[in-house]
């Protein structure tokens, strides 16, 4: 081997090690800029800062919905996209509990971040992300972060009842997800078919608006024709009982039953929305024979 072939590997080793020690000590560029990444750090209700982030259209779909649900008058977002409400005594109908709910959002101490999904087949119309912890290694700024992940697509395909679907409609969920978020609230219930403790609070709110309450959180799913030309699909259903208007609840008030459905494979998120239902989905043959059995025994007992 000569010793000029070594004097080029040993100058090529060195250059490498010199351009390995060059990378490790250059600084890493910001995702954000400078205000922007202090703004990580703020607690309440905001826009994503990135590339999930809601575009004007699905920012004003939002919050036409939480005013509506709330009353609030001037909720708004800022030019960093935080929710504001700038006077919280000027509201116009609304229910008390969603107002409750929103601002121990906005005032809390950590983040809600609002996310775009659309035409996600992991999401079915919304749910809670998992937390973030941040810690700027700098100073003490540091954020606890929950993504409410949004599918607005998903809410196109909603059949049934347009009560129903009114009382599932894009501000109803958001509430839903800030009672996981904010709350501390669970879907988890002993009975299987009951409405869980996000929707016992959602279902006050709805109770305040005069809307149908939800009666289960974990969806029925059978084959169904979704139209009478189309052929059968795997279908969730959900039902929901109106009050009639001027009566307590709790009375002998709710005498309609309500239902919406959406077709599984195009609204996804499978695992959301039938966390209980384990069993291959039935047909409507079948459902109707049950019901007829359950009715024949009712009558015999």
Not at 49 to 67: C, I, S
Not at 102 to 126: M, P, R, T, W, Y
Not at 164 to 183: P, Q, R
Not at 271 to 287: N, T
């Amino acid at each position: 081997m000569s010793l000029r072939f070594i004097l080029i590997v040993t100058v090529c080793m060195a250059l490498i090690v010199v351009c390995l020690i060059g990378a490790e000590g250059r600084p890493v560029q910001p995702v954000t800029n400078p205000q922007q990444h202090q703004q990580i750090y703020q607690p309440g209700v905001r826009n994503s800062f990135d590339e999930h982030a809601l575009n004007a259209k699905e920012m004003n779909l939002v919050l036409n919905q939480l005013r509506r649900k709330t009353g609030f008058v001037q909720m708004r977002f800022d030019d960093a996209g935080f929710l504001r409400v700038d006077d919280r005594q000027d509201f116009v109908g609304g229910s008390v509990l969603a107002r409750k709910l929103v601002l121990a959002a906005i005032d809390g101490k950590n983040a809600v971040v609002l996310q775009s999904h659309n035409c996600s087949q992991e999401i079915g119309f919304a749910r809670r992300g998992y937390e973030t912890h941040s810690s700027h290694w700098r100073t003490d700024l540091q954020i606890i972060a929950t993504p409410i992940e949004i599918d607005f697509d998903d809410f196109k395909h909603l059949h049934g009842h347009s009560e129903a679907i009114a009382a599932f409609d894009l501000g109803f969920v958001i509430l839903h997800e800030l009672c996981h978020a904010v709350l501390g609230l669970s879907d988890y219930s002993a009975k299987l078919n009951s409405a869980g403790n996000c929707e016992n609070y959602v279902n006050g709110i709805r109770r305040e608006l005069g809307v149908p309450e939800r009666q289960q959180y974990a969806a029925n799913v059978s084959l169904k024709k979704m139209f009478s030309f189309s052929p059968s699909v795997e279908t969730a259903t959900l039902h929901f009982l109106q009050t009639k208007p001027g009566r307590r609840h709790g009375s002998r008030a709710k005498t309609k039953t309500l239902f919406l459905r959406w077709e599984v494979q195009l609204v996804g998120g499978k695992s959301d929305y039938f966390a209980f239902s384990k069993r291959k989905p039935k047909l409507d043959s079948e459902i109707a024979q049950q019901k007829s059995l359950s009715q024949v025994t009712s009558r015999e007992e």
